[in-house]
């Protein structure tokens, strides 16, 4: 029965010297100098020769695992632990982390091929690097505009951290706004966006990226009627469409530009002693003009694709938040922790258990509105602490109180996760977060209970109510 033998180069020399040892080809002292083994050896081959052929001159090891090799359970356990806390690591660095940390011990490339089998790593051969092929620019002015948040230090060390919202065209790659902003919020996209609509007019579509703004999967983030965000309904209503890239580099005139403001704009705010976003803001026009005049470009086609505004566009009516209610049987709804109570008024007593829209301005107006009906109405604002009377020091009840007034007064007390973020917005009416300002109180930082009762006024305080606890039975 023939079958397949697989043997290395050093088992084929034993085999040919074997053969000619049983040819008497070859004595087993000669056998020796040429093989580099003992005669004892060589006469263990013979026997295994002789019994099993040239298959018993194949090493018994093949195929099977090493007797020093790690178990599976620690194996597992390694990986288990990479998986857990080192799933962005190197083999090197976990590696290391796993002696520092966990006391450990395994070879780096033992735990690259671990790691690699796992899935966990790909070796930078194996790591293909996407291809992005250049897109042409788009022909018209105003075809394509690309927008997009730059966070850095605009003012360096002389003023905080924001964001530039930058608007650039596509065909031409001018720059057509640009607004310092807290961060890249709704309120300030609305801000920047209806500058820029009064300025050139609607394009026929923005490109962006999938910051939260532009495209959410967040329930709480879209709007409940269309299914968009603020800013894609916003752009609904105004008819422009709005096109999230996939990538950066798809969207790399914006980013490219993003490169170049960092650069010079960072020198001309620091040349002209520029530290706030208001003055930042103010000068915004005359750089775009001058980096328009030294970077744009002429399009192809020489037709501008701005559109101006509808008769029936209204900018504020759009550009704000709005989210659907329903008023209640007396006639209240709540928005962000906030009762709204309507007028009775004549139009507002049929609207029981009906839908309105609240619609949040980004100069922190706010209305409710059915139809095309503004309803009157007045509020009061939940988070705002009750005021509490004077304090009679005579009893000891009133001092517990009065330490249950200040704990409640130091709580961190914060508008609803899901309501917008106002960093953006100005004068509006969510602006204070607890009522301690409001009604007389001295806000405390947050203390844990254990924290404010160690504290040494809180002991004494509760000392001396002791005391006069006897005297009061």
């Given at each position: 029965m023939?079958?397949?033998?697989t043997?290395?180069?050093k088992e084929?020399n034993r085999?040919?010297?074997i053969?000619?040892?049983?040819?008497r080809?070859?004595?087993?002292?000669q056998?020796?100098?040429?093989?580099?083994?003992?005669?004892s050896?060589?006469h263990?081959?013979l026997?295994a020769f002789d019994k099993f052929g040239?298959?018993?001159?194949?090493?018994?090891?093949?195929?099977?695992?090493s007797?020093?090799?790690?178990?599976?359970?620690f194996?597992n356990?390694v990986?288990?632990?990479?998986?857990?806390?080192y799933?962005?690591?190197?083999?090197?660095?976990?590696?290391e982390?796993?002696?520092?940390?966990?006391?450990l011990?395994?070879?780096?490339?033992?735990?690259r091929?671990?790691?690699?089998?796992?899935?966990?790593?790909i070796?930078r051969r194996e790591?293909?690097?996407r291809?992005f092929?250049?897109?042409?620019?788009?022909d018209?002015?105003?075809?394509?505009?690309?927008i997009?948040?730059?966070?850095h230090?605009?003012?360096?060390?002389r003023?905080p951290?924001?964001?530039?919202?930058?608007?650039?065209?596509?065909?031409?790659?001018?720059?057509?706004?640009?607004?310092?902003?807290?961060?890249?919020n709704?309120?300030?996209?609305?801000?920047a966006t209806?500058?820029y609509?009064?300025l050139?007019?609607?394009?026929?579509?923005?490109?962006?990226?999938?910051?939260g703004?532009?495209?959410s999967t967040?329930?709480?983030e879209k709007?409940?009627?269309?299914g968009l965000t603020?800013?894609g309904?916003a752009?609904?209503?105004?008819?422009?469409?709005?096109i999230?890239?996939?990538?950066?580099?798809?969207k790399g005139r914006?980013?490219r530009?993003n490169?170049?403001?960092?650069?010079?704009?960072?020198?001309?705010?620091?040349?002209?002693?520029?530290?706030?976003?208001?003055?930042a803001?103010?000068y915004?026009?005359?750089?775009?003009?001058?980096?328009n005049?030294?970077?744009?470009?002429?399009?192809r086609?020489?037709?501008d694709?701005h559109r101006?505004?509808?008769a029936?566009e209204?900018?504020?009516?759009?550009?704000c938040?709005?989210?659907v209610?329903t008023?209640?049987?007396?006639?209240?709804?709540?928005?962000?922790?906030?009762?709204?109570?309507?007028?009775?008024?004549?139009?507002?007593?049929?609207?029981a258990?009906?839908k309105v829209?609240v619609?949040?301005?980004?100069?922190?107006r706010l209305?409710?509105?059915?139809g095309?009906d503004t309803?009157p109405?007045?509020?009061?604002?939940k988070l705002?602490?009750?005021?509490r009377s004077?304090v009679?020091?005579?009893?000891?009840l009133d001092?517990m109180?009065a330490?249950?007034?200040?704990?409640?007064?130091?709580?961190?007390?914060q508008?609803?996760?899901?309501?917008?973020?106002?960093?953006g917005q100005t004068?509006h009416?969510?602006?204070?977060r607890?009522g301690?300002?409001a009604n007389?109180?001295?806000k405390?930082e947050r203390?844990?209970r254990?924290?404010?009762?160690?504290d040494?006024?809180?002991?004494?305080?509760?000392?001396?109510?002791l005391?006069r606890?006897p005297a009061?039975e």
């Open positions: 023939s079958c397949l033998i043997m290395s180069q084929l085999l040919d010297a053969q000619k040892i049983r040819d080809r070859l004595t087993v002292v056998a020796t100098a040429l093989l580099d083994l003992s005669r050896h060589i263990r081959l026997q040239a298959a018993g001159l194949v090493s018994g090891k093949r195929g099977h695992p007797n020093r090799r790690y178990s599976e359970d194996r356990t990986l288990d632990l990479i998986r857990a806390y799933r962005d690591f190197g083999p090197t660095l976990a590696c982390k796993l002696v520092e940390l966990h006391q011990s395994v070879s780096k490339e033992t735990l091929q671990w790691m690699t089998a796992a899935g966990i790593w070796s790591r293909k690097k291809v092929q250049p897109r042409g620019r788009r018209c002015f105003g075809e394509l505009v690309q997009d948040g730059s966070h230090w605009w003012f360096e060390g003023g951290k924001c964001a530039l919202l930058v608007y650039i065209d596509d065909a031409t790659g001018k720059l057509l706004h640009l607004r310092f902003a807290g961060s890249e709704t309120f300030d996209y609305f801000h209806k500058a609509l009064e050139w007019g609607k394009p026929l579509a923005f490109y962006s990226d999938k910051h703004v532009f495209r967040h329930g709480s709007d409940r009627t269309s603020q800013f309904r752009l609904y209503e105004l008819n422009i469409d709005i999230c890239a996939n990538t950066p580099q798809a914006v980013e530009a490169r170049t403001l960092q650069d010079r704009l960072v020198k001309e705010l620091r040349l002209r002693g520029i530290d706030t976003m208001e003055a803001n103010a915004a026009p005359e750089f775009i003009a001058d980096f005049a030294r970077f744009g470009k002429l399009p086609n020489p037709k694709m101006p505004l509808a029936h209204n900018l504020d009516g759009a550009l938040r709005k989210e209610r008023l209640s049987q007396s006639l209240t709804l709540r928005y962000d922790k906030v009762l709204f109570i309507l007028e009775p008024t004549e139009i507002a007593k049929r609207l258990r009906q829209i619609c949040d301005y980004p100069d922190g209305e409710i509105m059915h095309t309803l109405y007045r509020t009061f604002d705002r602490s009750v005021h004077p009679v020091e005579n009893k000891r001092d109180l330490l249950v007034a200040e704990m409640q007064a130091g709580r961190e007390q508008r609803s996760k899901s309501g917008p973020r106002r960093t004068n009416m969510f602006g204070v607890d301690s300002t007389g109180y001295q405390r203390k844990s254990t924290a404010y009762m160690n040494p006024a809180v002991i004494a305080r509760r000392e001396q109510a005391l606890q009061q």
